[in-house]
């Protein structure tokens, strides 16, 4: 048929999950996906509820996500899943990614890409080889006013680019909340679910896409201090490094679980020769762009003066704030408007393969690894490990 | 089909319609709404346009609402829709959902509720004595921070309410775009479409309801000045108000469209005898709430100490900014619990109940009336036109 | 000698009162003016407590203002006071300044004017006759950003202006406070001492002073709503009004003092045919200017791209805020200019003139009793009562 | 003469100078000090037209601090100055102090307290040995909020503190300044008259000092990244370091001054096991109280639930903003308050000895050279070097 919704399948988002939740109403925002099979939980009975409570057919819900893999890729085409999203934890991302890919289905992956940064190279060499859509969900560069901020730096309108401040602070790990059954904490400090990253590699990863994202700059050496705070932790609860960028632009990055009282306010300061911008999650609407001699700029979202990027990334006029679900939904978007263009044969115009993808993914793993190495180092400056 | 979605028709919402697309994703994000069939414009080929665009079934793009409800009543029961959306200029509000109600349709209303104060008496009664789900869509009291608002004003913690002070500020009329074949422009200009009241009916009535609804307040009389600040323009286009309410509270009402350079940002503070709360749709995810003789406490959704009306109007924990497609999406959720739980011949929650009605609706309607009524009188007060 | 430091005199300020230490803050900020006598209290020894705290020669501390005024001007011309800061309450402006402007002094009053009207206008040709320099201390209108905005508004850039909004709440008299010794709240309250007005004449004419200067428009008519919140007070202590402007322009005054939980967050927005601007004093170092179609831009004090106005009443660098003492200082400080000018035979520029004075004074006390008189009108409009 | 102003007296402050004209303003600010004395520049004749801008007697206007040191000396007690103001370049720190000091004259002096460590060790020591007081203008600690939030960590009720980000940035050095006749610009860029720190002297060592008094701990290594931005330039004009403090704590410091756009917004958050605060120059009337599970408290200025330290060093009620001007006065009321006490032959408060001094003015040094020696070293860590 025509012009039918694309079809998603999902991996992982059982009972429980915080993530999964999210990707389906990222899915659900734009009418323009449709959720037609899952494979949500290693324990069949609560895929079964899960799949119950998100109205599928009976037949597609599977008890194992090779099981969904091998089944859908068995039905016609104009009835299996065209896509899968993958929203497991960091443990159970590349297997199933490889799986759907050498399928043939398209992919919207869960950060960070892999358990290890070897896993992400054979990924990444998977999905050169497929030629297919590859989607990681780094939430925040959806933002459309984080798009408007990569795409002035980009003009060159501030200079060459100097400094890079880009910080994430959260507070939930304050305490050893892994003892007490929860499952969100239970698997981000456990490092065979997690990998060799904590903190980092939950937020971190997100801090450091974000500034690679918006800077235009690639990260060349850093310096980690990263910490273990609350006692019996295994993994990085925190961290702070300084950055130095291929430009020779330096930074810092800032990322912690621990900052008490915190809730998820991601933020990105980029400066330039002639002015710099600032963005903050906590009021994503807004770019603040700064110059040296004339008053500071406050651009907004949903107005008619942004570039074709955050235009194109936004639902509504200026003044109806769009937040987290609709930044997370834009790659969502992008990556169904990328795969129908694909099945019509068309080409994708810029500002729809404007998501996160395979080099995203990877140089998010060589992050985590070069931030872990660094920590360990009596030397300050080690080079970013890719 | 036990645990089916709610099956949902539109009716307007086509090419050039803001609040439509609107509607829709609000209907999309839980994933727990269907649209099913559509009346989207009453030229046929722009609703048959619409309705392919929007992935439906060739049979069930209809070509007039008068015509989709008929034919949707006769389908079976399990396949025709459960309710209507009516997103239509205010014109086109009366005779849809009279009739989608009569033949046994839920409805969700576009606001305000109807053109006149009268259409809305009758329209009540026709839902009253229908007996089924009605919901009208004033999308600010859907944010989660304003159901804590009210549910902290009702607890009576800050005493009796004394002040409501409640502002809209827009600018986008500031010139006369109606002239410009700005469709939103057009039609919320014209009386023949709006009703007796232009910023007011549109934008007025969101305040009033918001103010209402925190407070939990009924004005009593009003002084209104309204204006057309714009040459040429029909309707009002600007206003403020003198608010006095049934427990001898005073109050401020400021609407305005020709703000130059304002977006949409609806904002509302309301004072008892020991403190009060400030809520703007600017900063949506934040509750500012303050006290004669303690710190000022700030408020946050998704955090772990709101009340159950907040809680239950979350989607992500804190720091994850849900917006004004969320607090739409909210009033479409509860709306849905209700009519689910009839369908299941189960009592709704509290929580699920708290969506406008037709309450709100006639409310709404009076409000306008007796905000014209006093503007064009020379005596000070008005009585609140009920 | 030449180039002394001007010499103030001061009436009132002695034990508990508050608005006499901001006056002395104003006054010695800049360096450039010294106090050299006062009467501080009608309690003699409380003046002379006040005074020998002061440094002040014990031959200079009075023990009545008449005194005071009768003494200095018979002090040789270099020794003498040059000028008299007025900070009693209401009731004992009139008097004092009339005798210190036909002694040929100065004259530094806080505001409102006087008592009544009527005195207003007496003193206003008194102010007249002398021809000597009359400072009335609103304070809000010494801001740097509250001087841009007017300079921005007089230019023109936004063309006509169409909406005015001002605001300033307070909580402080959000309960009896009078009757528990609070010499503040006693006064104030005490129609024998404030006037007719109670917030109005306090903190309303603040606002009105601000909505004049910032637009550069007068007030034409107004329809007030005057409230007695807290049982048994004898004047208001909340209000709001509709405003109606010589242009045509239409808006709001709010100003209360029972908003539990709120300082005295004066704030200004101002709207043209193409853009707008807001203050407040919350964040006074910011200027907020809005456009119909390009970002907001937020103009900064101390920044180099200010009007000569602005730029002047600055003392420190961009980032380094100033406050209120500063702004109530600016008013000291232009005055002292303009007074140190004429001693020396030489015209004041226009940055120095900028200070409130005997027609702001004037049009202060006409506010005061327009709003009374509206508030116990059945008619909606009252016009100014100048 | 009992109860005379202190008299101060001014090394530094000639035409030109920035920081002259704040500490005059600072000093004037309260009435209790008077400005009699000063040799404001190393130009006779620009010394001369500035006192005499100043007001002072012309014998007391000198060409050199050691001429007026010796001068002032031999005046009689209650004429001399009681303490003298060095408010020149760092390579004039030491000199003039050490006389003063040597001479029975307290001091208060700009920071950073020398042109190096050693200077500073020397200093210290005769400063220890004088018995006098002692002031470092480290102006941010000056602010009441920034008290409350000493006061609010010490009580513990944060419990033990584990992270301290702290940051100043500044973009007025984004171009090379130095090179245009831009007196600040020029020694500040200058090693000779700098010392061996640019931006971390400047404005990183009041980062430093903020860190360290907020957060009650002492810092006892970091790793520095400092940076020559602007081509040409001799000393850093940016840096950043991760640091670690004595009890376990760690943190990250960044100071720059070419953050193109950035004016001067100096903020500090520092987090401990159950919450954590946050104070920002820029809306310095404010203290953000963050808590694990319950809401944000927003602390303000003036208000009466503050603690001793705040309270004593606030003028105005809440919603009156004090700025920059008035924290640098308080260093100057708390230290004028001392040297009155020790003249009175009473003890002082703890509250008038909260100002910083010596030990400050030592760890500030260190702290220089520490981040200038590990950002020459490729190891990660260096002890702080006291």
């Known amino acids: 048929m025509k012009n039918a919704k694309l079809k998603m399948g999902m991996i992982g988002g059982g009972p429980g999950s915080f993530i999964g939740a999210i990707h389906r109403i990222a899915a659900n925002i734009d009418g323009a996906i449709e959720l037609v099979c899952g494979a949500f939980s290693s324990d069949p009975e609560k895929s079964k509820q899960a799949g119950q409570a998100l109205h599928?057919?009976?037949?597609?819900?599977?008890?194992?996500y090779a099981d969904m893999i091998r089944q859908e890729a068995r039905l016609p085409r104009e009835e299996r899943m065209d896509f899968v999203s993958i929203v497991t934890p960091n443990h159970?991302?590349?297997?199933?990614?490889k799986m759907a890919l050498e399928a043939g289905f398209h992919v919207v992956l869960d950060k960070p890409m892999t358990l290890s940064l070897s896993e992400a190279h054979e990924l990444k060499k998977i999905i050169d080889r497929s030629g297919l859509h590859f989607c990681l969900t780094h939430t925040y560069t959806g933002y459309p006013m984080v798009k408007?901020?990569?795409?002035?730096?980009?003009?060159?309108?501030?200079?060459?680019?100097?400094?890079?401040?880009?910080?994430?602070?959260?507070?939930?790990?304050?305490?050893?909340?892994?003892?007490e059954d929860n499952k969100q904490a239970s698997w981000r400090t456990d490092p065979a679910k997690s990998g060799k990253g904590g903190a980092m590699g939950d937020i971190g990863t997100h801090a450091f896409n974000l500034a690679e994202y918006v800077s235009g700059l690639q990260l060349s050496q850093l310096c980690a201090d990263l910490n273990q705070v609350v006692a019996g932790r295994q993994l990085d609860d925190d961290g702070a490094m300084l950055l130095r960028f291929s430009n020779g632009a330096s930074g810092v990055l800032m990322a912690t679980q621990v900052a008490a009282g915190e809730e998820n306010n991601v933020k990105v300061r980029?400066?330039?020769?002639?002015?710099?911008?600032?963005?903050?999650?906590?009021?994503?609407?807004?770019?603040?762009?700064?110059?040296?001699?004339?008053?500071?700029?406050?651009?907004?979202?949903?107005?008619?003066?942004l570039g074709s990027h955050a235009s194109h990334n936004s639902r509504t006029p200026a003044g109806h704030p769009e937040g987290y679900l609709e930044a997370f939904a834009n790659h969502y978007r992008n990556f169904a408007l990328c795969v129908q263009a694909r099945k019509a044969g068309q080409e994708p115009q810029?500002?729809?393969?404007?998501?996160?993808?395979?080099?995203?993914?990877?140089?998010?793993?060589?992050?985590i690894e070069t931030a872990v190495k660094s920590s360990q180092s009596p030397e300050k400056w080690t080079p970013f490990l890719l």
Chains 1, 2, 3, 4 share one sequence.
Do not use: C
């Not at 807004?286 to 001699?293: F, G």
């Open 270 to 305: 980029v400066y330039g020769e002639k002015g710099g911008l600032e963005w903050k999650q906590e009021d994503a609407n807004s770019l603040l762009v700064k110059w040296l001699d004339k008053p500071t700029e406050l651009y907004r979202a949903g107005t008619g003066y």
């Open 350 to 367: 810029a500002e729809w393969l404007d998501f996160p993808g395979a080099d995203d993914g990877l140089r998010g793993m060589a992050f």
């Open 56 to 64: 599928l057919q009976p037949q597609r819900i599977y008890t194992s």
């Open 92 to 97: 159970v991302h590349f297997e199933p990614a």
């Open 148 to 179: 408007q901020a990569r795409q002035m730096v980009h003009s060159g309108m501030f200079g060459a680019i100097r400094k890079v401040w880009v910080e994430y602070p959260q507070g939930w790990l304050s305490t050893p909340l892994e003892t």
